[in-house]
């Protein structure tokens, strides 16, 4: 009988006249225990840098909206000054009419 409880190829080895698989050494074990602790090692270390990078994500993600809400209000002081900017003109077009119309009428006064 086999020494592994659920050898389901037992039947199969013994048609071809394999020999039943030797028992995992010691040695054998250990190197296994380490490629595991490496693995997952490994799948710890990748899981932990994929975190991270989410929660750069988040940050970048705040930061655009921030910076969107700053964009818009830039906007609308930029209108707000091309506005202002219009009306003094049109002041100082009205102002120098005025200051031309005085100038140009004479004084009867003198």
Do not use: H, Y
């Not at 700053?70 to 091309?82: D, M, N, R, S, Y």
């Not at 049109?90 to 119309?101: F, K, P, R």
């Amino acid at each position: 009988m086999s020494s592994a409880p659920f050898d389901l190829l037992r039947e199969k080895r013994e048609e071809l006249g394999l020999q039943q698989p030797a028992l995992a050494s010691q040695s054998d074990r250990q190197t296994m225990l380490k490629g595991a602790a490496i693995g997952t090692g490994l799948i710890g270390l990748l899981l932990g840098l994929t975190g991270l990078a989410v929660l750069r994500g988040l940050f970048v993600e705040a930061e655009i909206d921030r910076l969107a809400r700053v964009e818009a209000e830039e906007q609308q002081l930029q209108g707000k000054f091309t506005a202002s900017a219009q009306g003094l003109r049109t002041l100082e077009q009205s102002n120098t009419a005025l200051v031309n119309g005085l100038i140009g009428t004479r004084s009867s006064s003198a």
